[in-house]
């Protein structure tokens, strides 16, 4: 009895110190995404405060799909996510690319040239929407749709939405974009994630975007994802 007893106790100890090594991988886990998504906001708020509508060779400034944005800025960029890029850098004109592979979770960003992975971290899912004349879309082109958003919101999801049903609606590869359509582009396939709201989100108002009455009916700064859905947003298309 009493080896059986001694028996029950070590296994009883054995799940406990499982469990706790578990709670705490998963907390580093959680953490370290919350950082990764924080990095990721903050580099493109911070690109989209120089932002410009045209290059100076006369390439469209802001470029993006559902999971891929191209900014072109100007000025003083200060940052803490590109490694071993120097932390200030005087440029008069950079473009800060943000790429989510939805294949292996990987985030990047690419300055001009020089490239570097955010982290080691994988995520789910990251989505961008681009706000204009109260409707949203989920492919811009500076050039094509007339000049800059007025916001650019950035999902992010820990665990993919198209996990279980194993559709890809708003993952558009950017070759595959039309821009020369993007007049019919208004984001109507996304209604369909509405139940699932991302783990974070953030809406980021473009300075000199081309904004119009309806687009002033929002907070320009939202990082709550009881805010997902566009009824809580005044600005989206509904």
């Known amino acids: 009895i009493a080896l059986g007893l001694i028996g029950v106790l070590v296994g009883t100890i054995a799940l406990f110190v499982n469990q706790l090594a578990g709670g705490r991988a998963q907390l580093r886990a959680t953490t370290g995404r919350e950082a990764l998504a924080t990095a990721i906001f903050d ?89 204009s004349d109260g409707q949203w879309f989920d492919s811009w082109d500076s050039f094509s749709s007339g000049g800059l958003p007025a916001a650019i919101e950035c999902s992010i999801w820990w665990v993919s939405p198209f996990a279980e049903t194993g559709e890809d609606e708003g993952m558009l590869d950017p070759q595959d974009v039309d821009f020369d359509a993007f007049d019919s582009s208004a984001d109507d396939s996304s209604n369909d994630l509405e139940a699932i709201p991302p783990d974070r989100l953030r809406l980021m108002r473009v300075p000199d975007g081309g904004v119009s009455a309806d687009d002033f009916g929002f907070d320009t700064f939202v990082e709550d994802p009881a805010s997902f859905e566009d009824g809580s947003l005044q600005g989206g298309a509904g």
Not at 101 to 125: F, K, M, V, Y
């Open 43 to 131: 580099g493109l708020e911070r690109a989209l405060m120089t932002s410009m509508a045209r290059t100076g060779i006369g390439a469209p400034g802001i470029v993006g799909t559902s999971r891929t944005v191209s900014i072109a800025h100007d000025g003083v960029v200060v940052s803490r996510v590109f490694g071993d890029v120097p932390q200030s850098v005087l440029e008069p004109e950079s473009i800060l690319r943000f790429e989510f592979d939805d294949s292996s979770g990987e985030t990047r960003l690419r300055r001009d040239d020089s490239s570097a992975s955010l982290s080691g971290i994988s995520l789910g899912a990251v989505r961008f929407r681009y706000l």
